[in-house]
């Protein structure tokens, strides 16, 4: 199969090395050379670590390697069967390269976005053939996370979602499907996890390391939110939030921390800045927090149910996101916790969560939080309430 990849960067690089490894034949395309040039170097690089630690050796190295050419025309694209764009988040640009790409490709090749936040629809608009377009989302680094997030435009055919589906599982990846709507599954589903930790902490009931703490002690979750948070950047996340929250036509479920836009502001972007809400070494490792503890209401002198508060709260905010994803048709109650669990590497399905918790549970902490703060942001999926009285599950092959 012939693939082709339309920008160099981390990404386009990442999906490149993906496709190789499973043999097709893979033309990376990008206007710059000297980006280019670095892909290769970096693919190089990548491939001499691996047979370092044994997960490859010399000739499977040379095999893959061999399987990726480097183009600057986009003409050099014209034979691909599939081609995969992971360039800039800006609509106007990537209709600009998918209008000429469509004049050179084949009818039948299909033309896919790496997009994770804007309209597959508007982009498939771009092209005379827009049933040829779907929406492709790979996690960052592509090569070691398991989840693609495949997503259909209404003018998506079937024969090209159920192609581009089968390729993806051919790369030996986890496929969630999803409507296209903003964040997909992952970066909607996941929007508590940040927002409800920021709301704590600007509510002065803990402070960034209590929390965090809460979540990886309590849920088993590998990072805390605000250690992810500057994981991922505080001006990317920040970014992402505010455009799920004006996608959404400001529904206050994702509203903005005015925490995270000041520091965002300050330069304060996490690890790449050496400081965020955690400062760090040159090794990127954590030294000291930038603030002291904020905990100081008398009702949480207890340590232990200070924690527990803290996660029950952030947890029943993603499950209740979860079941409205599900509530909205936006994918598969399956495919969602598939993404979140391979997406965001979350130790648990949302919705098998919620099982486990009961699903009286999570309505009860839904219309606690939002009988104390009478805000819309704490509605209770109305799924949730109706599996309540109806005493449904998630899952009911589980024990």
């Excluded at 893959?64 to 800039?88: G, P």
């Excluded at 209404?154 to 790369?171: F, H, N, P, R």
């Excluded at 965001?344 to 104390?372: Q, R, S, T």
């Amino acid at each position: 199969m012939n693939i082709g990849i339309i920008g160099s960067g981390t990404m386009g690089s990442g999906i490149a090395q993906v496709a190789a490894t499973s043999g097709c034949k893979v033309k990376l395309y990008d206007t710059n050379q000297a980006a280019l040039d670095k892909a290769k170097g970096s693919l190089e690089k990548i491939l001499l670590r691996l047979i370092e630690k044994g997960r490859i050796d010399t000739s499977e190295k040379d095999r893959i390697q061999a399987n990726i050419a480097y183009v600057s025309n986009l003409k050099d694209l014209a034979d691909s069967d599939l081609t995969i764009e992971a360039i800039i988040e800006n609509l106007d640009i990537k209709k600009k390269v998918f209008s000429e790409l469509e004049s050179y490709v084949a009818d039948d090749c299909i033309i896919a976005s790496n997009t994770s936040s804007l309209s597959i629809a508007s982009i498939a608009a771009s092209l005379n053939k827009p049933e040829r377009c779907v929406g492709v989302h790979f996690f960052n680094p592509a090569p070691l996370m398991k989840l693609v997030e495949v997503i259909p435009a209404i003018q998506t055919s079937t024969e090209v979602l159920e192609k581009a589906i089968q390729t993806i599982k051919d790369w030996k990846k986890d496929v969630a499907v999803a409507k296209d709507t903003p964040g997909f599954i992952v970066n909607r589903v996941a929007r508590p996890f940040y927002g409800e930790a920021l709301r704590i902490y600007e509510e002065g009931l803990a402070d960034f390391a209590t929390i965090d703490h809460s979540l990886k002690s309590l849920g088993g979750f590998r990072m805390g939110p605000f250690e992810l948070m500057d994981f991922i950047g505080n001006d990317v996340n920040y970014t992402v939030t505010e455009t799920v929250f004006t996608a959404f036509y400001f529904d206050p479920r994702y509203k903005p921390s005015l925490t995270q836009k000041r520091f965002s502001e300050a330069g304060y972007l996490g690890r790449k800045s050496g400081k965020g809400f955690y400062d760090y070494d040159k090794n990127g490792k954590i030294i000291e927090t930038n603030h002291v503890n904020t905990k100081t209401f008398e009702t949480y002198e207890d340590e232990e149910f200070l924690k527990n508060q803290i996660f029950d709260r952030v947890l029943v905010m993603l499950i209740n996101e979860a079941a409205d994803a599900l509530f909205l048709n936006i994918a598969s109650a399956e495919d969602i916790d598939i993404a979140m669990t391979k997406g965001v590497n979350y130790p648990n399905g949302l919705l098998a969560w919620a099982d486990e918790k009961g699903i009286d549970w999570c309505v009860n902490k839904m219309d606690e939080l939002y009988n104390e703060y009478h805000e819309d942001r704490y509605r209770c999926s109305p799924l949730l309430r109706n599996m309540n009285k109806t005493g449904l599950r998630f899952f009911e092959n589980q024990v």
